[in-house]
């Protein structure tokens, strides 16, 4: 085209206004073109061709819920991600519409990456962790260590999954501690040392914009965790293996009402099976941290924890002492 243009300049001196103007708005038109192919599937950002499903998790991103005092000034999110892999920074940027803070951080993280996660972990309520592979390709490639520090410094609350391949991971942080007991309660070849209640609210970001980093309440030792319905209570568990267990067990967390009655409930793994309890040595403890929204009826409610076996039929549980399980707490959920 250029060619053609410059020769008819050439031959009639008189076009040279209309034929630049044309070649002008043809070179405008094929780069926009060529622009508009590139972004359904750019090789440079998108080697593997993630877009697929990165693109509903970012979708889902973009609905966090973020707050602004003025239309001009900059959104205050109560949540934040994390995404385990510079490689992805280049896609994010080009397609994360959404005011929520990112941060990428490498898969094996340094010291510094270590102090961020910590500092987000006291500052957000909510904190979600962006993978573009499976758990299973994550952990071939010894690519989890992000993961495995969030799960064992924050609360796991729900894992989402596209093509059952990208992950989702949100996690509670930021919250108040509550109630914690260091007594020891034995089930099976396993120990409870340590219980740590914390109940994290939707107003706790909004404090620390203004005045730092939330500080944890001193635990009153009653036994007893005041809430309300809107709360997220964060459980933080400590096990110790006493003897060698005898199979990866899976921990189970209850919320009983007056009536005896199951209201609430999780099951999962240590870590959701990033700290299985198989390989323990006598003395070695894990840490198993999970959180339990409380969307329930004003009331009293027992929190009770154990663990079971899901490698034998009928799922038997450990048993101690005081029974196949123990007691966290009373949890007393206001109006």
Not at 36 to 57: A, E, Q, S
Not at 86 to 101: E, K, V
Not at 252 to 279: K, N
């Amino acid at each position: 085209l250029a060619l053609g243009g410059f020769a008819a300049i050439w031959r009639r001196p008189t076009l040279a206004a209309p034929v630049g103007a044309a070649l002008a708005l043809g070179a405008l038109l094929i780069a926009s073109a060529l622009l508009g192919i590139y972004r359904t599937g750019d090789t440079r950002f998108d080697p593997y061709n993630v877009d697929r499903y990165l693109r509903p998790m970012l979708d889902r991103l973009a609905e966090v819920p973020c707050h602004r005092d003025s239309p001009g000034e900059v959104a205050r999110c109560e949540a934040v991600m994390v995404a385990p892999d510079p490689l992805l920074t280049d896609y994010f940027l080009a397609y994360l519409r959404a005011p929520l803070p990112w941060y990428a951080i490498d898969a094996l993280p340094a010291p510094e990456d270590t102090l961020l996660l910590d500092q987000l972990v006291r500052r957000y309520p909510t904190i979600y962790l962006a993978r573009d592979r499976s758990a299973q390709a994550d952990d071939d490639q010894g690519r989890r260590a992000v993961e495995r520090y969030l799960a064992a410094h924050a609360f796991k609350l729900d894992e989402e999954r596209f093509e059952d391949w990208a992950r989702l991971v949100r996690f509670s942080a930021a919250g108040t501690l509550a109630e914690q007991s260091d007594v020891p309660r034995a089930l099976g070849e396993m120990t409870l040392v340590q219980s740590t209640l914390r109940i994290q609210r939707d107003q706790t970001i909004l404090a620390a914009r203004d005045a730092g980093p939330p500080r944890a309440g001193e635990p009153t030792g009653d036994g007893m965790v005041q809430a309300e319905a809107s709360d997220m209570l964060q459980i933080g568990l400590r096990w110790r293996a006493d003897a060698p267990p005898e199979a990866n067990y899976t921990t189970f967390v209850q919320l009983i009402d007056s009536a005896s009655q199951v209201v609430a409930q999780r099951d999962r793994p240590p870590g959701d099976g990033l700290f299985p309890t198989a390989p323990l040595q006598p003395g070695e403890t894990i840490a198993d941290n999970l959180a339990l929204p409380l969307d329930l009826p004003p009331g009293r409610y027992r929190l009770i924890a154990g663990l079971y076996r899901t490698d034998i039929e009928g799922f038997p549980r450990l048993a101690g002492p005081g029974g196949d399980f123990v007691e966290l707490a009373e949890v007393v959920v206001g109006e």
